[in-house]
């Protein structure tokens, strides 16, 4: 429930503003007061008469004439709401946003808000992978704010991938997140999680089947802890939780950095399959087939992440490793623990029978300081909710 939660909510002009009319329905439904703001664009594509009937709120719009300051100032209007939504968040309002630019009333009060902001993106695919959408979107993360999507899909443009905003539940989702009250508020948590891609040339690469679906899994249930919660993702099959800041990086190097980046936190938990080596002698150019013998790859030792940050100058509290071993699982992740300077080790067994790399299920050994723990087969939900209360208990 959202009682008596207050949300300014700016509807910037994108086709996807359809949905935050159903948005402010939802918010209304789960006991929030919702403030609407239009950005002129936005009111190409709902009517401020639509959003001010379902808030029954007066709305904003940015012509924000001479009886509004007298009835609340642009101050006082960023101030007095809990949480800024903007939803959709466009392209174009994503660089002002960046950018600190305040030349509508929509990015006046972004710049004026002392209060937290969340932000779901939606734009043609295209656009959201354009180095400049991307460069605004490490700003506006880096300057605290919270991103929910965008996710993949068909989008109205007629094309595919992502750029498409999340959909009104899983903003519901994330605003819900917000303010939890967990065992984990004011804490902060990092996950590493799916596998890395390490090239052989600009078309081939090495991975392994991870998922994503355990680290995935992890990251949400701390969010639903109330941890604010990094979330560092190789190529996974699984789309990243919603309410989550989420660093999406290919290789182990790129995680790594991204990993230092977020430091310092509350506990790490490193889930991902981070492939052990490299490709040393990667080929700028597609290798071919019928060149001369085959290719002779040779390889590097990538940067252990998990032994770099336990070793590390900005350790957290609590640092969590994963082993996925086929074989005498709790010796070999016993040995790991120590080498690596972990806290825990969650180890499982990975071999094909067992149907866990990939699978729905986790059957996991939790190796701590005072020995090891068999927990029973579980699916990787439930397996990621104790290991968050677990988390929460080492930490309080
Ligand atoms: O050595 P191994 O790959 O089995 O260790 C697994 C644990 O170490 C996982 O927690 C994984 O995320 C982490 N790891 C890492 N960097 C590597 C290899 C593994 O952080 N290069």
Redesign the pocket.
Same mark, same amino acid.
């Given at each position: 429930m959202l009682t008596d939660k207050r949300i300014l909510l700016v509807i910037g002009g994108g086709i996807a503003a359809f949905k935050s009319l159903d948005l402010i329905r939802r918010l209304r439904e789960r006991g929030a007061a919702v403030t609407p703001v239009l950005t002129s664009a936005a009111e190409q594509f709902v009517t401020p008469l639509s959003a001010s009937a379902l808030a029954a709120s007066k709305v904003y719009r940015d012509l924000f004439d001479l009886t509004d300051e007298a009835e609340m100032g642009h101050i006082e209007l960023s101030r007095a709401a809990d949480l800024v939504v903007v939803c959709p968040a466009t392209a174009n309002l994503m660089g002002r946003m960046a950018a600190g630019l305040a030349d509508d009333l929509a990015t006046t009060l972004l710049m004026a808000t002392d209060k937290p902001v969340m932000i779901a993106p939606a734009m043609n695919v295209r656009m959201w992978e354009h180095p400049a959408t991307q460069r605004n979107l490490a700003t506006l993360q880096g300057d605290g704010i919270a991103v929910v999507g965008p996710v993949a899909g068909p989008m109205a443009c007629g094309e595919f991938g992502p750029g498409r905003m999340a959909e009104v539940p899983d903003i519901l989702a994330a605003i819900e997140a917000h303010f939890a009250d967990g065992p984990l508020t004011g804490r902060h948590v990092l996950v590493?999680s799916g596998p890395t891609h390490e090239a052989i040339d600009p078309v081939r690469y090495i991975a392994n089947r991870s998922s994503g679906a355990q680290g995935a899994a992890i990251a949400a249930a701390l969010r639903d802890l109330g941890a604010r919660v990094t979330f560092v993702t190789g190529p996974a099959d699984v789309p990243s939780p919603s309410g989550v800041e989420v660093v999406a990086v290919t290789t &182990?190097r790129e995680m790594l950095d991204a990993v230092q980046a977020a430091l310092p936190v509350d506990a790490a938990v490193? &889930? #991902? &399959?981070? #492939?052990?080596w490299r490709v040393e002698n990667t080929s700028d150019i597609k290798l071919k087939k019928d060149a001369a013998g085959l290719p002779t790859l040779s390889f590097a030792e990538?940067?252990?992440?998990? #032994?770099?940050v336990s070793h590390g100058p900005d350790r957290p509290q609590l640092m969590v490793?994963? &082993? #996925?071993?086929t074989h005498d699982v709790t010796a070999h992740a016993t040995a790991?623990r120590e080498r690596?300077g972990?806290d825990w080790i969650v180890a499982n067994d990975v071999s094909p029978g067992t149907g866990i790399m990939g699978g729905p299920e986790n059957a996991i050994t939790l190796i701590t300081q005072a020995g090891a723990e068999d927990w029973p087969r579980l699916s990787k939900d439930e397996t990621a909710r104790r290991l968050a209360a677990r988390i929460a208990e080492a930490l309080t």
């Open positions: 590493t &182990a490193m &889930a #991902a &399959a981070v #492939a052990d990538n940067p252990d992440i998990l #032994a770099t490793g994963f &082993a #996925a071993e790991k690596k972990c």
